[in-house]
Antibody, heavy 120, light 110 residues
Framework: QVQLQESGPGLVKPSETLSLTCTVS??????????WSWIRQPPGKGLEWIGY???????NYNPSLKSRVTISVNMSKNQFSLKLSSVTAADTAVYYC????????????WGQGTLVTVSS | QSVLTQPPSASGTPGQRVTISCSGS????????LYWYQQLPGTAPKLLIY???QRPSGVPDRFSGSKSGTSASLAISGLRSEDEADYYC???????????FGGGTKLTVL
């Protein structure tokens, strides 16, 4: 059974870079069937897709965040990572990593999520 | 502003049937499968319905999904207190080449 687990700082200062890592167990990020994705949810609000990476290294990002987002993959560690630069309070959210079947919105499983607060 | 449109709230009493709607456009719901997610308080979303109307193993048959054109709906029959949660619809969007979500519907069991 595939499981995903987010890790990283829970507090980031404004204008700095948010960095999170997702560790995948029970499956491989080198599978060509899936996109490895980041999704966030501001407190009390809905879900927002951030972007994804394919095993080949190709990426696609939400246009609203594209200028600030980088997603990368580390196959040797079976991990993928998110960097979001120049953060503001509006980036405060629970960040989820998730597996997405290519070309669909079938998102399963999800990580448990990690709250990142942007504050000085 | 979410790409897919859902009502912000819905409610029903135990045993009732409730439906939650989701509308989109030709680039998402109109040309791709529709998915539903259930998010219980304080937890990550969970896949509830996939490919318009399929239930993953373990999801009760009280939950059903349908799609027509650029709209879809989730029906919950025999409403139970444990169904109180937020429900999100999602679909692949061909213009974005990524998944898009509805704004979520908070279901209250009265």
């Amino acid at each position: 059974q595939v499981q995903l687990q987010e890790s990283g700082p829970g507090l980031v200062k404004p204008s700095e870079t948010l960095s999170l890592t997702c560790t995948v167990s029970g499956g491989s990020v080198s599978s060509g069937t899936y996109y490895w994705s980041w999704i966030r949810q501001p407190p009390g609000k809905g879900l927002e897709w951030i972007g994804y990476i394919y095993y080949s290294g190709s990426t696609n990002y939400n246009p609203s965040l594209k200028s600030r987002v980088t997603i990368s993959v580390n196959m040797s560690k079976n991990q993928f990572s998110l960097k979001l630069s120049s953060v503001t309070a509006a980036d405060t959210a629970v960040y989820y990593c998730a597996r997405v079947i290519v070309g669909t919105a079938e998102i399963d499983p999800w990580g448990q999520g990690t709250l990142v607060t942007v504050s000085s | 502003q979410s790409v897919l449109t859902q009502p912000p709230s819905a409610s029903g009493t135990p045993g009732q049937r409730v439906t939650i709607s989701c509308s989109g456009s030709s680039s998402n719901i109109g040309s791709n499968y529709l998915y539903w997610y259930q998010q219980l308080p304080g937890t990550a979303p969970k896949l509830l319905i996939y490919r318009n109307n399929q239930r993953p193993s373990g999801v009760p048959d009280r939950f059903s999904g349908s799609k027509s054109g650029t709209s879809a709906s989730l029906a919950i029959s025999g409403l139970r207190s444990e169904d109180e949660a937020d429900y999100y619809c999602a679909a692949w969007d061909d213009s974005l080449s990524g998944p898009v979500f509805g704004g979520g519907t908070k279901l209250t069991v009265l």
